[in-house]
């Protein structure tokens, strides 16, 4: 059984008597960084010169600075840039700034685990990862609950880092919910193959081919939309619940038989043999050395699928339905429906 904590297991005290510094203002940076402030803890956020976060910063009544200020005066920095852009922000503005016994937390271990950032063995290194959007975590903390936390520790240079740790995934609301034990490896590896073989990667295919193979027999996009994209979220949710038993329990008996029948015939075993080669790709760092290459050069591969992406029939038919519903909730405040 994984080794689990809560609010009890950890002293808020820790992360309140240190100064934070939340490197970036994006997902996960305003929710860490809000969350902190809210539970009496001396945050800073640093972000790059004319960045269009500091408005949005400021706004919130957070202090702000550059990323190089923020990390000299904090005891721990707490890196929230995209996965792509953390090694040459550390290079260039984190590294020669840090204090000597300042402690680098993260909130994925892409960086560590693939080598890309090597913090110096003062540094205590750890990993506070919400499983879940940062706008959820925000959301949850607000409500008075939290997003379920991972929690990791690769360099114990002050013997203190996992009480540090703890004391932040507390302030964040996170042991409101849980936190669990994990590692660096094992966080990054089962976070890149679940998004990649099934929350993202494996859903979104399985949705464009459910929506072509009906419109292409000749049925309305629109009903098809509703079949194989709308109405996974009320599955998801019953399993979320309940796991796939409560699901099943829940639909039709007919529904219930179909799945266990044509269920193994689309995803057949050929499949899970995919996804073995997903995995080793993951293990092996071909995926990530893939990923940096073509930032590196200004994601010409990554722009081009995106654009392909965005272009698959499904998402005009979405579109255009989600405009007619009435119960529609409020999207969220940074995403355009239909913008790249
Ligand atoms: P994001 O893309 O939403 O935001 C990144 C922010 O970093 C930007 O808003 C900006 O303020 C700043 N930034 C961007 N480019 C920069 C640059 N070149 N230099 C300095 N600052 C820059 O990122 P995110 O999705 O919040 O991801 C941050 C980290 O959290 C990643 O390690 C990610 O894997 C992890 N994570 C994200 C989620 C999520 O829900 N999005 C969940 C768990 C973990
Ligand atoms: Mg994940
Ligand atoms: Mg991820
Ligand atoms: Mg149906
Ligand atoms: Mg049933």
Redesign the pocket.
């Known amino acids: 059984m994984a080794e689990l904590f809560y609010d009890d297991d950890a002293d808020l005290s820790i992360i309140q008597s240190k100064k934070v510094a939340i ?7 305003h929710a860490h960084a809000l969350n902190l402030r809210d539970s009496g803890v001396d945050v800073v956020v ?3 010169e004319g ?3 500091r408005a949005k910063a400021e706004e919130q009544g957070l202090a702000v600075a550059t ?1 190089a200020e923020a990390v000299k005066a904090a005891d721990v920095v707490m ?5 792509q ?2 090694r ?2 550390y290079a260039a ?1 984190i590294e020669p700034n840090l204090k000597d016994d300042a402690a680098l937390l ?3 271990g ?2 560590i685990r693939f080598g890309y950032i090597k913090p110096g063995t003062g540094h205590d290194v750890a990993m506070v ?9 925000r959301r949850e903390y607000e409500a008075g609950r939290g997003v379920p936390v991972i929690v990791a520790v690769e360099q114990d240079a002050s013997g203190q880092a996992w009480d540090l740790a703890l004391s932040y995934a507390k302030a964040i609301g996170g042991l409101r919910a849980a936190g669990i034990k994990t590692t660096f490896t094992e966080e990054t590896e089962t ?1 890149l193959f679940g998004e990649q073989a099934v929350l993202c990667g494996g859903v979104s295919q399985l949705i464009q081919y459910g929506f072509e193979t009906l419109t292409e027999a000749g049925y309305q996009p629109e009903v098809a939309y509703f079949e194989v994209l709308h109405e996974l979220k009320l599955i998801v949710d019953l399993m979320w619940e309940g796991g796939i038993s409560k699901q099943r329990w829940s639909v039709s008996d007919t529904a219930e038989y179909g799945d266990y029948v044509s269920g193994p015939r689309v995803i057949d075993a050929h499949v899970k043999e995919n996804m073995k080669a997903v995995l080793a790709d993951v293990q092996s760092g071909a995926f990530a050395d893939r990923f940096i290459k073509d930032q590196d050069a200004g994601g010409p591969e990554f722009k081009e699928l995106r654009a392909k992406g965005e272009q698959h029939a499904i998402e005009p038919v979405g579109r255009e339905l989600r405009k007619l519903f009435a119960w529609s909730s409020a999207p969220d405040a940074d995403y355009v429906d239909g913008q790249v």
């Open positions: 490197v970036g203002y994006g997902s996960q940076g640093g972000l790059r960045s269009a976060s990323v890196i929230l840039a995209p996965d852009v953390q040459g922000l503005d993260f909130a994925h892409f960086n990862a919400p499983k879940g959007p940062g706008h959820t975590v976070d």
